[in-house]
């Protein structure tokens, strides 16, 4: 049987970046996951990350891309009613944001875990936790046939919102708050220059659009669409009308198109399980709660939920401390909340509900509010560039 410290399950940007730090400060780990390397990276999500985020993954040694290829925002478009609004980051909350593709974080994290000479175990199957509740906690998995165990001393579920991890956690221990919302995101990447420096978030009446990106080349654009689209029902054309339809017109304007290499549709959801933590089980990222896109906050949460539990196992074997480990859920839970409250405000100032007045009066009055209130841009701007660990 083999033996770890901490058993991580899921490569994901949580597992990783648990398996850096910690790695970094002389703790043993195995990470088990059970997709592919290659299909681990050819997942594409959200691009923005916090200075925090950043500052972590400095500490983490896997900043070194990211300084270069990352653009650094100082500050984020609202578009509504034909104008876009500019929201100063820099000028309201001290600091911008840096656009660089979650995916390029995970592969600098790979990178990095590959040339530390720590292990993954790709294509595992049938992972399985076992003993979290007692003093020795065990994972078993199956691959090429063979079964494979591993003793230690923690598990931490990073595995993603369909992961084994929180399955495995008795229900009557667990608590959970789900909203689900009425609407997705139509996603497109397109190797074209992006129509705007910034990120442009546009409120209309034909439903929100988003225009971000992943380099000066390439863009990446949403529209919200109905619940039961279709991939097929939205050849490129389609998209780019109806983008340019929501848009101001100086951003439509400036639309480039093209082929698009990626198109994918994605539900809308905000949820969250409590607590983080079951005896030697620690839940972290994806894997513990979820928010809707707007606003970037996935990535970031999994990285101020990583902040908290690797300071924690650090203090546990350098100091004998448990401290950290005890306080592990509510420190997380608590900057979850906030997190899950702004994007959820995101969320509803911007999209389109359906024949709802009272709610679209109130969308329109926050959106005034907004741009005729310093204070309330700063607010804004703070969740924006994200509350501190
Ligand atoms: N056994 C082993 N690995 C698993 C299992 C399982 N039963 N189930 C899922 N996994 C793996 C997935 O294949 C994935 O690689 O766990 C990983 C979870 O990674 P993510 O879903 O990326 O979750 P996380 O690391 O928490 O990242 C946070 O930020 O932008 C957001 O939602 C976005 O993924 C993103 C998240
Ligand atoms: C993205 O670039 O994919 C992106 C950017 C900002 C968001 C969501 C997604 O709020």
């Known amino acids: 049987m083999l033996r770890t410290q901490v058993a991580i399950i899921g490569s994901g940007p949580a597992g990783l970046l648990l398996g850096q730090l910690l790695h970094r400060a002389g703790v043993d780990t195995l990470i088990v996951e059970h997709r592919s390397r290659d299909h681990v990276l050819s997942r594409i999500r959200a691009g923005v990350l916090e200075p925090g985020t950043v500052a972590l993954l400095a500490e983490a040694g896997v900043d070194a891309r990211l300084r270069r290829e990352g653009l650094v925002h100082d500050g984020v478009a609202i578009a509504f009613e034909g ?3 500019r929201i100063d980051l820099r000028a309201l909350a001290g600091a911008g944001v840096t ?5 390029e974080v995970t592969r ?3 990178d990095a875990r590959l040339a530390s000479g720590a292990p993954t175990v790709y294509e595992a199957e049938d992972v399985a936790l076992h003993g979290f509740d007692g ?5 078993t998995w199956r691959r090429d046939g063979a079964t494979a165990e591993v ?3 923690f598990i931490a579920g990073c595995d993603g919102s369909h992961g084994v991890s929180r399955a495995s956690v008795d229900p009557a221990a667990l608590a959970t708050y789900e909203k689900i919302y009425p609407f997705g995101w139509l ?3 397109a190797d074209v220059p992006p129509a705007s420096h910034e990120l442009v978030y546009a409120a209309h009446d034909r439903g929100f659009a988003l225009c971000s990106m992943r380099s000066p080349t390439r863009s990446r654009y949403y529209v919200q669409c109905p619940l039961d689209a279709r991939l097929e029902d939205w050849p490129d054309a389609r998209f780019w009308d109806e ?4 848009l101001d017109p100086a951003s439509a304007a400036a639309v480039v198109t093209g082929p698009s290499i990626e198109k994918s549709i994605a539900p809308l959801r905000s949820f969250v399980a409590e607590p983080m933590r079951f005896g030697r089980l620690f839940l972290a990222g994806d894997a513990a709660h979820l928010v809707p896109p707007t606003g970037a ?3 970031n949460l999994a990285a101020s939920d990583v902040h908290y539990l690797a300071e924690a196992l650090i203090d546990h074997y350098r100091a004998g401390a448990s401290a950290g480990l005890e306080a592990y859920s509510a420190r997380a839970l608590a900057r979850v909340w906030k997190a899950v409250r702004f994007s959820w405000w995101m969320t509803t100032i911007l999209h389109r509900f359906v024949d709802d007045g009272f709610g679209q009066r109130l969308q329109r009055a926050e959106l005034a509010y907004l741009m005729g209130s310093e204070a309330a841009r700063a607010a804004l701007a703070e969740n924006y560039v994200g509350l501190p660990f």
Not at 243 to 246: N, V
């Open 297 to 299: 906050k996935g990535l």
């Open 243 to 246: 983008l340019r339809a929501r």
């Open 151 to 153: 003793a230690c001393d």
């Open 135 to 139: 003093a020795s906690p065990r994972l």
């Open 108 to 110: 600098d994290l790979m």
């Open 83 to 85: 104008t876009r609004h």
């Open 99 to 103: 656009v660089y593709g979650q995916t």
């Open 187 to 189: 996603g497109v990447l």
